[in-house]
């Protein structure tokens, strides 16, 4: 077995010296520095690697611990990294690298000179080295902890000195690595195109040629049978911008996607992810197991949970996540306390907020795993998963750092006719969903707006009384969005509103902004049905809900106080939507702090209030006998 000892400076002079050309980064997009406070900045984007110069000095060493991770089967380990350093000073920092060479000899072949090392890859994550120890600059010694996830590659750690922003090798360490990194992972359900189908992806380090992909699964208790499944993945060139395509990019793996037909209503089934390798053994992971969904119009308790813009979060400190996703880990936390009382889950989109550092996307599955792998995990598209310059994007920024929809729609299954074009429809029990991308043109004429008012008449409302809009940009109504504090994109109230009240839409749900805010039932900005929390009969007009709080930086209302909102809170949470049968719906915010009630209301109808006539929303009739 090839030893794992330290490696020695000498090692590491030629190491560098040997190095060939990487690609140059002028746009500086992964470079800037950006100041600021819990801005929402993507902390990965603070580093400038590409501007990384030797300082290695032969006293300094760092060496991390155990050699070899998850050997009781898991797959995230915690790992001691010891520090020493002859010259410390405070704005030292170690950085994780994964694959554990990240010299230039894994960068693509460029004309462009640049100071050595050479580095082209960005780390997947970092801590100052004073972190857990404020003497560290007296001592010069340190000692930190990091948990890492199963990334199908091995890791190194990196002393540098100059601070983000103009850094300095000063010493590298031994490697470390899985026990098996090409291990099946990150389980995530989703709802197939029929109510009786249920779709598994996972990630693994295994091609098809090397193994071959399946799912064995059967209900609880029975025999057990095998689906196979099919595999994708995405490579540097197929990123749309920096940083992405440049110090962002990381080998995603291999995805795989199952589909389980058949299914039983309301039945509990079990499942574990395998791999046949091609010398006919078999590479598994642990058992997973989750209930299917009821048949549409099914008479029983059903549970949702909607939130957008959470992102991801590090439990052991790293890359200052604090001021980042601060309530990632609270949200999700909260879900997996209650995952027993959750039937399924919406995320409407701003996903990971990897903004084009690709590692990050590993990370976002292994921390919503247990979500993920019991209920299905819907995702909407959001401006940072789609938006790109010239990508065929509505909005022509770069929020999604150059991914341009290409993770979003490979990493996560949704029953859409073009995972390019993110909309879908998809039922669970008494209810039916419309989700919309906000990020492709959604106007009146459009191909999405055909979409959206078919998707619309589509809901059978004697079997599934509540319908739900969601998207993740605010087409409706907030007021934090614009400086008048009317309304969120004024195009998308004008062209969508007719549509949610010719259906009778009951609520509509946006993210984007990142608090919470409910309005009264509103259609053309003004209350359609008095009170606020319980509403009975015929209800006249559409609640938009904001629940763009599940996990980043918050954002602030606007000073105008408008008629239409009921209640706003600027905090992290999540919204849960209880339907106990044909006419009884329960609305409830929770906060993520504590999973708390802050917010409610009922709705109480039955069939003919539903089908009753309501304000440019009545069917035409006849005065002819």
Request: net charge negative; aromatic share 14%; proline share 5%.
């Amino acid at each position: 077995m090839r030893s794992l000892s330290f490696l020695s400076m000498e090692y590491l002079f030629l190491l560098m010296s040997i190095l060939s050309q990487c690609l140059k980064f002028g746009s500086g997009t992964a470079a800037v520095v950006h100041a600021g406070n819990g801005d929402g900045v993507q902390p990965l984007s603070k580093i400038a690697i590409h501007k990384a110069v030797y300082a290695l000095h032969e006293n300094a060493s760092v060496k991390a611990h155990p050699l070899v991770l998850g050997t009781k089967g898991g797959d995230s380990d915690w790992v001691t990294v010891e520090i020493e350093c002859p010259k410390p000073s405070e704005d030292d920092w170690i950085a994780v690298f994964s694959p554990a060479n990240f010299s230039s000899s894994i960068c693509q072949p460029s004309d462009d000179m640049e100071q050595f090392p050479h580095i082209c890859s960005a780390p997947i994550k970092y801590k100052y080295a004073n972190d857990s120890d404020a003497d560290y600059k007296k001592t010069g010694k340190s000692s930190l902890k990091f948990q890492l996830i199963n990334q199908r590659e091995d890791f190194s750690f990196a002393l540098f000195s100059g601070g983000l922003s103009d850094p300095k090798l000063v010493a590298v360490s031994n490697v470390i690595s899985f026990a098996n990194p090409k291990a099946p992972l990150y389980p995530r359900l989703s709802q197939g195109k029929s109510w009786n189908e249920m779709t598994v992806t996972w990630t693994s380090g295994y091609n098809v040629i090397e193994a071959v992909p399946f799912v064995e699964w059967g209900m609880k208790g029975e025999s057990q049978s095998r689906s196979p499944a099919g595999t994708l993945t995405f490579h540097q060139n197929d990123m749309c911008a920096p940083p992405a395509r440049t110090v962002g990019w990381r080998d995603p793996g291999f995805i795989h996607t199952s589909f389980l037909k058949d299914l039983w209503p309301s039945s509990v089934y079990t499942y574990k992810l395998g791999h046949k390798l091609v010398d006919g053994s078999y590479v598994w992971s642990k058992s997973y197991s989750f209930k299917s969904s009821p048949y549409p119009g099914q008479d029983s308790l059903q549970r949702v949970v909607i939130f957008g813009d959470m992102g991801k979060a590090e439990r052991d400190g790293s890359n200052e996540y604090s001021n980042y996703q601060p309530g990632s880990l609270n949200t999700t936390d909260q879900l997996i306390k209650d995952l027993k009382n959750i039937d399924i889950v919406f995320h409407i989109g701003d996903i990971t907020y990897a903004n084009g550092y690709i590692s990050q996307w590993d990370q976002f599955t292994s921390q919503v795993e247990r979500i993920a792998s019991t209920v299905p995990y819907m995702i909407a598209s959001g401006n940072h998963e789609r938006d790109a310059p010239n990508s065929g994007s509505f909005y022509d920024g770069n929020d999604s750092g150059g991914e341009c929809g290409v993770i979003a729609e490979t990493m996560f299954y949704v029953p859409a006719e073009n995972r390019a074009k993110f909309w879908y429809s998809t039922d669970y029990g008494m209810f039916h969903f419309c989700i919309a991308d906000s990020e492709h043109d959604w106007r009146e004429g459009s191909e999405q707006y055909k979409f959206i008012e078919k998707c619309l008449a589509s809901a059978d409302r004697r079997k599934q009384p509540w319908l739900i809009f969601v998207a993740h940009r605010v087409l409706g109504f907030s007021s934090s969005y614009w400086k008048d504090a009317s309304f969120g994109e004024p195009m998308g109230r004008e062209s969508l509103q007719g549509l949610w009240q010719k259906y009778k839409v009951d609520i509509a749900f946006f993210g984007h902004i990142h608090n919470y805010e409910r309005t009264c039932p509103v259609y053309q900005g003004q209350c359609m049905h008095v009170g606020k929390s319980h509403y009975s009969g015929t209800v006249n007009g559409t609640i938009h809900v904001v629940v763009g709080g599940g996990g980043s930086h918050l954002s602030a209302f606007g000073p105008t106080q408008t008629s239409w909102s009921l209640y706003k809170d600027s905090d992290f949470g999540f919204v849960k939507l209880t339907a106990y049968n044909h006419s009884s719906l329960l609305f409830e915010y929770k906060k993520s702090s504590d999973g708390n009630v802050y917010d409610s209301f009922t709705i109480s109808r039955d069939y003919r209030d539903v089908l009753a006539c309501v304000h440019d929303g009545c069917e035409p009739t006849t005065l002819g006998s």
